[in-house]
């Protein structure tokens, strides 16, 4: 399994990004995608994720300004970034689990600065 995560860059608070992970190879089985993010020095953190069912879970800190969202074939998954804040500025991550493996993409840098 490969993803692939794109869309980030540099936004002013208050604007909007939207990330998109293309995911390839085996997708059959894939249970969960999510997107997580880290800042340096600190742990990587679960942002969003959504399971095969469509149940969907946010951090505290972006509910109300993210959605996350992916298509049937589970071959991408997006994350709407809303109102965003100098806080939300990390290198963000797509993830999806198959089989109990965890897949990661290469991060992508968003930086929210005025």
């Known amino acids: 399994v490969q993803l692939q995560a794109s869309g980030g860059g540099l936004v002013q608070p208050g604007g909007s990004l939207r990330l998109t992970c293309a995911v390839s190879?085996?997708?059959?089985?894939?249970?969960?995608m999510g997107w997580y993010r880290q800042v340096s020095g600190k742990e990587r953190e679960l942002v969003a994720s959504?399971?095969?069912?469509?149940?969907?879970n946010y951090i505290d800190s972006v509910k109300g300004r993210f959605s996350i969202s992916r298509n049937n074939p589970k071959t991408m998954v997006y994350l709407q970034m809303n109102s965003l804040k100098v806080e939300d500025t990390a290198v963000y991550y797509c993830?999806?689990?198959?089989?109990?493996?965890?897949?990661w993409g290469q991060g992508t840098l968003v930086t929210v600065s005025s």
């Open positions: 993830k999806v689990v198959r089989t109990h493996r965890e897949y």
């Open positions: 190879g085996s997708i059959f089985g894939i249970s969960i």
């Open positions: 959504i399971t095969s069912a469509g149940r969907q």
